[in-house]
């Protein structure tokens, strides 16, 4: 039986009483849980809790502890992704659905080409937790603050491999299989690469090409395509 999940901290193998806006509301106002109904808080580090709604108020939740169990398990290939800002409600959407696919950390960058330069980072981080919650996920990704591309390539050496992905002269065959433990995805601005940057990748010896289809993506598809393609390669339930 599928119950409604909830990320917060407060999560723990105890009663506890939870005064949390967001969550008294989902409970009340949006699923109608009825008193004596299941209901999962997560800690978002891959614990369960499981508790029984007691008699509440419209402010504050009544949780009885009943029993602590590990989430669902994660891929055992750690991603990072590393996504260019993007315009409208376009960045939203690769937070949500790369937290659906398994990423672990999204950090976004600012190109030379990015037009976008700021961006809410408890607004980002608010729906990374929600995507956990809707998907069943145990883990919320990490949001890091924005780096400038060129900061963001000085990182680079930490992984086992940086896939970039771009439209490149003829479409990169499909590797031969490897155990990576920890690998970054990046993805580019709408309006691509710039020429400093392509040669950066070019020069690079921590860098993959990844060509994800013969025609020109949105990023934010790119975004999705390209998570899709390394789980799909290298991941595995741990």
């Known amino acids: 039986m599928k119950h409604h999940r909830f990320v917060t901290s407060l999560a723990c193998a105890q009663d506890v009483h939870l005064a949390d806006p967001r969550i008294v509301h989902q409970v009340f106002s949006v699923l109608k849980i009825a008193i ?12 369960d ?62 190109a030379e080409r990015t037009i976008k330069k700021n961006i809410n980072l408890e607004r980002c981080t608010a729906i990374a937790q929600e995507a956990s919650e809707q998907c069943g ?8 603050p924005p780096l400038s591309y060129m900061a963001a390539h000085e990182h680079w050496g930490t992984f086992e491999r940086v896939f970039v992905a771009d439209i490149f002269e003829t479409v990169t065959a499909s590797p031969s299989p490897h155990n990576y433990s920890r690998v970054a995805l990046c993805i580019g601005p709408e309006g691509g690469w710039s020429p400093a940057e392509k040669t950066l990748h070019d020069n690079s010896p921590f860098v993959t090409p990844l060509t994800l289809s013969p025609f020109v993506l949105r990023a934010e598809t790119a975004a999705i395509v390209g998570l899709s393609t390394l789980i799909n390669r290298y991941a595995k339930l741990s």
């Open 36 to 47: 004596g109904e299941t209901l999962v808080l997560c800690d978002g580090k891959g614990e």
């Open 137 to 144: 996920r145990g883990i919320v990704p990490s949001l890091l």
């Open 49 to 110: 809790y499981y508790y029984r709604l007691g008699a509440s108020t419209r402010r504050v939740l009544d949780l009885h502890f009943l029993e602590k169990k590990s989430a669902v398990p994660e891929f055992s290939l750690d991603i990072t992704l590393y996504c260019s800002i993007l315009k409208s409600d376009h960045f939203d959407l690769v937070i949500q659905k790369a937290t659906e696919l398994g990423v672990r950390t999204i950090t976004p960058i600012i």
